[in-house]
């Protein structure tokens, strides 16, 4: 079975920390994608990464980064938290750069206090 | 600019009371229409593709179905464990040729006892 694995489920973060998301895959994917869903706002493209070492920005990039150093793996750095990046946090794949079906994660629940 | 919309925001039925969830989209050179399914808490799991104008796809009390500017996803005979926020996604294109799902709000349904 398909699977995509993130890294911790909740954390709560203090203003100015350096906060880490990682999102793991294990079916090879080519795409991996992160997004940020907030009520009433649905799910918002932060960046996302076709091959490893490549990314590119999705719409809202402000505050954050990326890291792909390895195809299974795709990071979301946030460099200092600040309290409107409290969200939830979703990674997804997908087989290849054409289109096809995303596969998310369960989701990671930020708090930054 | 494209765009995905879902409707209504909410819905609540009765268990066996049929309705249709809209998304209408505007953008260019459709690759898929996507719909996924979310619990609370969870990521959004995946549910059906729809190519072309006409076509239509089924998964036990779920069917799909795409027009030129528009998919509905058609519930017949609800149960209460339907109760999930349904999202459909398109596909654009970036400005480096790779193609990035684009999220509708979400319709959230409650199917009552």
């Known amino acids: 079975d398909v699977k995509v694995t993130q890294s911790s489920r909740y954390l709560v973060k203090r203003t100015g920390e350096k906060v880490f998301l990682e999102c793991v895959q294990d079916?090879?994917?080519?795409?991996m994608f992160w997004y940020r869903q907030d009520p009433g706002l649905g799910l918002r493209l932060i960046y996302f990464s076709y091959d490893v070492k490549m990314k590119e920005k999705g719409d809202i990039p402000e505050g954050y980064s990326v890291s792909r150093e390895k195809k299974e793996r795709f990071s979301l750095i946030l460099e200092s938290a600040s309290t409107n990046q409290t969200s939830m946090y979703l990674c997804?794949?997908?087989?290849?750069?054409?289109?096809?079906?995303?596969?998310f994660g369960e989701g990671s629940r930020l708090t930054v206090l | 600019e494209d765009q995905v919309t879902q409707s209504p925001e909410a819905l609540r039925l009765q268990e066996g009371e049929s309705s249709s969830l809209n998304c209408s989209y505007t953008v260019s050179g459709l690759r898929g229409l996507f719909w996924y399914r979310q619990d609370p808490g969870k990521g959004p799991e995946f549910l059906f593709t729809l190519y072309s104008a006409g076509e239509e796809k089924e998964k036990e009390r779920l069917k799909a179905t795409l027009t030129k500017k528009e998919s509905f996803l058609h519930i017949t005979a609800p149960k209460p464990e339907d109760s999930a926020t349904y999202l459909c996604?398109?596909?654009?294109?970036?400005?480096?040729?790779?193609?990035?799902?684009?999220f509708g709000r979400g319709t959230s349904l409650i199917v009552h006892p």
């Open positions: 997804a794949s997908s087989l290849s750069r054409g289109a096809g079906e995303l596969f």
């Open positions: 996604a398109v596909h654009k294109v970036t400005s480096g040729g790779s193609y990035i799902p684009t």
């Open positions: 079916m090879d994917h080519e795409n």
